[in-house]
């Protein structure tokens, strides 16, 4: 019996192990942030056969830069404030999924936000009442501040040109940007595959005829910091990366994580994701 057990253990880790996990690095008024989150991710999301397959994993700066300690958002203190709600709620939502929803309804309200108080009732609407108002408190303290930090550095890491930035494997995944159910299913064993993998190859969103896809970063590699912090030596520092013109790739057996090993940061756990 203890055998069994066991080995049915080692079976569920191996299973979750073998996910293939998703990093987007996005900001939350780039249009085509939003656009991927609803046409690409969505729909990946609301298919049940992919839920045990693939995980997601956002960080919300983009194209973001510190000047100073404070960061300075693409379009505006609107969206450096949803990026930072964004980043409370992947702390405080043990299921990513949950975050990624909540990431997306932000995004889809971002045009009736005017002032801060809408702002907070937007995190409460798209956390739910109790979690949403520890997000909003989370979004305007030095803990949102610190868990955006952590986002900048995992972002500046892949030293994106554009947002959004999608890395897979430890390598920038284009395709995974504007295919991305496809792109899964490749990834899929054939035996793996869902049913609607058939279709998958036929949906694309490369944006409209005349555009290039992504929002474009006007920041340098060199131009871009993360300011010392108090409490940013508690924070993972991602230094492993070792990064090349095709994309993003890992040193060792290590790979690119906007997570880190559970610790403290004045009173913020930061989780790692179940790969």
Known sequence: MLRALLLLALSSCV???????IHGFIESMCTDC????NLQVQPVLADPAFKDLVDFDLAAFGNAN????EPHCQHGGKECDANQAMNCAKNMMTNHMDSVNFSLCMMNTLDDVKVKDDMMKAAQTCGGDVIGRAIGSCMYSTDGALLTAFAAQSTLATKNTYSPWVVVDGAHAPEAETNLKDFICRKLPQS???ASCAQASLIR???DDDDVFGCPNIWTVHERVVPKMPGMEKLHKVSSVEVKTSGVKTTGDKTISAHVPPVKTSGVS???PHH
């Open 192 to 194: 793996s595959r869902p």
């Open 205 to 207: 969103n490369d944006g």
């Open 15 to 21: 299973a979750a192990k073998s996910k293939i996990v």
């Open 34 to 37: 939003k656009k991927w989150l």
């Open 66 to 69: 510190y000047i100073g300690i």
């Open 270 to 272: 930061v989780h790692t």
